[in-house]
Every structure is written in C-alpha cells, then in structure tokens.
C-alpha cells in the first residue's frame, strides 16, 4: 500500500493500523494527517507506547494521556478515582482522534485498559469510547517489556480490544530510508526469517570495516544492547579531549509533574556537557536548518550563541535551542528548552528506534530480545555505513507468530487497497467524517473548516460562551431528551449536564425548563440519590461523586438500587438539588 492510500483510508474515520518495515515511512503518513486535523481544527491525541517515540511527535506516553499511568490493573476505585479528575473529563469530551505510535512496545493489556478508560468517559460502550483510533508500528521491532511482579505482556493484536476495534491494515511498502539494495535484501531475509549464507556473506563483509569520514573525521555511533555500555563509552571519549568542556543547562517551564515526563523522554540532557571535537548526534527534526533527527556530526566551536557542529555531509550548523512541548487545546502545559544534540559515541539499540543514522557500528553480542538485530541493522541508511563489533545468533531471530501474524497483515492491507482504489465517493465520504468530528462550523469547498465568527459575552463574560449555553437551552424547549441533545450537539451528557448548571446559576427560571429531566431518574432510585448526596456533603462538605457513589455501592443501599447507580444519574439528582438549594 502506498502512503496516499493509507491517508485516504486515515480520512474516512475508520480505526486504523499503519505498519510496515523500517524506513516505509508510517510517522510521516502519521504526521500528514496530524497536520489535516488540526487544519480542521479537530482535537487529537498524539501519543506514543515510550516517551521517546512520543517526543518525536510533539505528545506524550499513552500512559499519562489516558491517566492509567503506570497500572497494570484498574480497579472500581481507581476508575472512580479517575472520574473525579476534571481535566481528564474535558480531555475526553473534546478528543475526536487518538493516535499512539510504536504499538510494538505497547502491552496488551493496557491497549484493553484504554479502551475501557475511553469507554467510560465517553459513556459509550462502542470500541475506544467511539473515537476514531490509530495504532502504528512494526512488530518486528522491539516487544513490551514486564516488570517484576506485572502480568505477561504480549503484542497489542491479542488485545480484545485489537479484536473489536476492527482496525484497517495499512501496510506501507514503500521504501524511504534505505539506499542500498544490498541492505534492503538483509532486512526483508530477517523480516522473513530467511537469513541464509547469502545474507550472512553481506553481514560478514561489514566485521572488517572500520571506516572514518574523510572530509570530517566522523566515526560511526555505536549502538549497544545495554546502558552501562554506552554511558561508559560516552564518558571515556569525551574526556579524552584535551579542550575545555562547556555545559549547557536545560531551560523548563510548566507543572512539574509534565516538565518531568518531558525530561524523562527526551533525549537531550537536561546537562549537555560539550567540548571542541565532540561527536554528537541531532536529537530533533530541523529540515530547514539543514539536519534530521539521527543526524551526526562534530562539534568544532563553542561560542556565546551556542554549539557550531560540523555535519557528516560537511555542512557546518550554528546550533540554537528547540523545544519540546505537551500540548492541550492549544496551550502549552509544559515546556523545555535545549540544544537538540546528545553525545553520539553510543546509544542504546532501544533508544535507536525511529531514528535514521547515516553511520553506526552495532554490538549484537549480547542481544537478548528477538528484533534486536533488525532494529538496529534497519537504523542506517547502507552498508556502507554499518560496521559490526559483535553478532549473537539471537538478534536475527524473529518470532515465529509474527511471521505467520505479519502475512495475515499484508493480506489485509491488500484488501483495503483494493476496497478504496473501488471507491468512486470517497471524497464525498470523508468530506463527511471530517465535518462530524470537526463539529459545528462552516466549511469551505475542499472541507476545510472556516473560522467561526465571534459571538457577544456570555454568561461568564468570555466571548462565546452564551452562544453554546443557549443553543442547549432551545432544545429544552422541545423537551428533548438528554441523550438527544447531547447527540444533536456533539457533546456528552456529562457537557451537557455542566451547560444546565451555568443555565440554572446565570437564571433561575431555568429551572422551570429542566424540570422534565427529573423523570430520567425515577422517583424512588432519586429519592435514595439524594439522601446519599446529602449524607456525602454533610461528612465532606463539598459536592463530589465519588464520596457518593461509594455510599450507594455499599450496604442496604445497594441491594436497593439494580443496575447500580452511575455517575451520570448523581450528576443529575445533584444538578436538582444545588438549583433548589435542598
């Protein structure tokens, strides 16, 4: 499947899975409709199974988005917990998109717990809540990794959620890292598990190399199995250098707790300690400035503006600060500020996924993962460029169930070439998806969205706000349903709810045009809601549900109330109850 296909198939909403071998370019389909989105103004979730892979695309781990954090399980109090956080019911009100890349490092057991987060947020029993959802990866690279004590991970694909979820496969054939031929026919023997003597005599060719950049003096980054292996060789080699080192500190500004995330992610140090002749590798995407996440180079000045580095390709760069960012709905939570290199004599193979490199040397000899070998083989660009120190028969292996699962894969992705090279109102259809998600508006010919003019003060005096309280409170008036309005909006009830409180507290009288929503809890199970409300404010002296729920869960009552009580009915009982003051 070619990368324009797959974005088509991206723009009509279906749930999708992007593969594909390394180099095929699934994060640039991935940032391509990233990009359509937000020229739509629709509401994503740019995630990532690692913080690395997840700084690459400007989001954050999937854990910290979805709040399951580092939990293996949830249980009924974690989820209540959960629902007591107020930033994570307006996160999941808005979001339309969820994307999560580098699923290969995903367990699947918390793909199944994101989506029975997104379910309950979304108060909807459809996969993942309803919103459309994008997995990308290759599991031919690395596996999810247990803790001690954590259940057995496997592949995302035996999720149940992966079964429901109905995930179109898009596997990307193209090539667009590899330049060498010789290469590419070692990587795809691997990926079939072919490695005979032919792929083995291209292997062997590379143990004798050892190769520096003639216009430059650059040696490859060596690539290790283990960290201590490579902090000892970034450590020994720069200090070796007889010329005087110079630091730079990190800049960080936001929550404490996400600047963390971020620094834990990313791969320039918060102390970047550099010297004359320094081998160092770019660690951001700067195609302007003339370098590439991956690229490498030596630092030959250190000025009061910052690091000069000399790149492979002889193209000397005045290196200036970039950021990293964890964005939500447009504002900055948290931010840091670094020069985007890291000492590149050694890094880690983990650390190499996603990256492009244009020299490496690699030592296998202590692989112990399946898809090692393939990982870090697939991050340089020829043979030329790859020098071997040490091979373990391990790290060409691959699992045998992706094998026989990866041609289950491809023959997907053929049926979902075929199906959109078939369809003759496609335009129409994801002009359709895109005007949905992208909620009310005005859009131009070509579906992009135009601006909405601005409206006058509302009822908290910020510009807009009484335009959404009021279209709320003309459905009231046809005694519409809250499901319905909440449909008819594209809203949750739980938004819609919050609109009726503004309603009430900015007017009174509004009060008289809700009344009909009482009977969406009957009288007797209302009756039980609010005694166990005034119970909970009485002890806590505030108005939360989760105090609330715990009453309601637990002795007579809870015998009393089948199905049990949800969240959504106490938000409603208690709406009535703060408007009358009872």
């Known amino acids: 499947m070619t990368q324009q296909e797959a974005l088509d198939i991206l723009k009509l909403g279906a749930n999708v899975y992007i593969t594909g071998p390394a180099g095929s370019g699934k994060t640039y389909v991935l940032n391509k409709y990233i990009d359509y989105l937000k020229d739509h103004e629709v509401d994503i979730g740019v995630t990532a199974s690692t913080g690395i892979a997840a700084t690459h695309m400007g989001g954050v781990t999937i854990h ?64 993942f809540g309803g919103i459309q959802v994008i997995l990308c990866g290759d599991f031919f690279q690395l596996p999810p990794v247990s803790r001690l004590g954590e259940q057995e ?33 070692v990587l795809n023997d691997i990926r079939a598990n072919r490695v005979g003597e032919t792929t083995m005599e291209h292997l062997r060719k590379c143990y004798a190399q050892n190769k520096k950049n003639s216009s430059t003096g650059i040696e490859p980054t060596r690539l290790y199995t283990h960290n201590i292996d490579v902090d000892s060789v970034n450590e020994r080699e720069l200090t070796k250098l007889s010329s005087k080192e110079t630091v730079y500190d990190m800049h960080t500004r936001g929550h404490d707790t996400l600047v963390s995330i971020l620094q834990k992610s990313c791969l320039a140090p918060e102390r970047l300690r550099l010297r004359v002749g320094a081998k160092v590798m770019f660690v951001k995407n700067n195609f302007e400035a003339g370098y590439a996440n991956g690229t490498l180079g030596v630092v030959t000045s250190l000025t009061s503006s910052g690091p000069v580095v000399k790149t492979a390709g002889g193209k000397s760069i005045q290196v200036i600060p970039e950021s990293w960012k964890i ?8 931010e840091i500020s670094q020069y985007p290199l890291r000492l590149a004599w050694a890094i880690t193979v983990h650390k190499s996924q996603g990256m492009s490199l244009d020299a490496i040397e690699v030592d296998l000899s202590k692989s112990f993962e399946k898809g090692m070998g393939y990982v870090a083989l697939s991050r340089v660009r020829t043979l030329a460029g790859l020098v071997i120190l040490g091979l373990h028969p391990k790290a060409l292996e691959v699992d045998g169930d ?67 309280y009021e279209t709320t409170r003309s459905l009231l008036a046809k005694e519409l349903s809250l499901a319905d309005i909440a449909e008819r909006r594209g809203m949750t009830e739980e938004t819609i709810l919050t609109h009726l409180e503004k309603l009430v507290e900015a007017d009174p009288l509004a009060l008289m045009e809700i009344e009909y929503l009482r009977d969406t809890v009957p009288a007797r199970r209302f009756g039980y809601i609010k005694e166990a409300i005034r119970e909970a404010h009485e002890k806590y ?4 549900l989760a105090p609330v729920k715990n009453i309601l869960s637990k002795g007579p009552m809870a015998k009393m109330l089948r199905p049990a009580v949800t969240y959504f009915e106490i938000q409603l009982v208690r709406l009535f109850m703060k408007a009358k003051k009872e």
């Not at 988005?65 to 399980?73: K, P």
């Not at 989506?115 to 947020?121: A, C, V």
């Not at 979820?165 to 290469?183: I, M, N, P, S, W």
């Not at 129409?428 to 409206?455: C, L, M, N, P, T």
């Open 64 to 127: 910290a988005w979805s709040g399951l954090g580092v939990r293996d399980s949830l249980s009924e109090y974690d989820l209540e917990a959960m629902q007591e956080k107020q930033y994570l019911w307006k996160r999941f009100e808005k979001v339309k998109v969820l994307i999560i890349d580098e699923v290969s490092m995903l367990h699947h057991f918390r793909l199944d717990l994101v989506d029975r987060i997104t379910k309950m947020f979304k108060r909807s029993n459809k996969p």
């Open 153 to 185: 991970a496997h592949f995302v694909y035996h999720s149940d959620a992966w079964k429901d979820a109905g995930f179109k496969v898009c596997y990307l054939e193209e090539q667009h890292r590899q330049t060498d031929d010789a290469l590419t026919r």
């Open 327 to 334: 964005e939500e709905e447009g504002k900055v939570k948290a």
């Open 402 to 468: 992706i094998l026989e699962y990866d041609e289950e894969l491809r023959e997907l992705s053929k049926e979902a070439a075929a199906e959109i090279r078939g369809m003759e109102d496609m335009n129409a259809r994801q002009e359709k998806f895109i005007a949905k998600i992208a909620g009310e508006g005005v859009f131009d010919a070509k579906g992009k969205k135009v601006a909405k003019s601005k409206k006058g003060k509302g009822t908290s005096g910020k510009r807009g706000e009484l335009s959404t």
């Open 541 to 544: 002296g505030d108005w939360r």
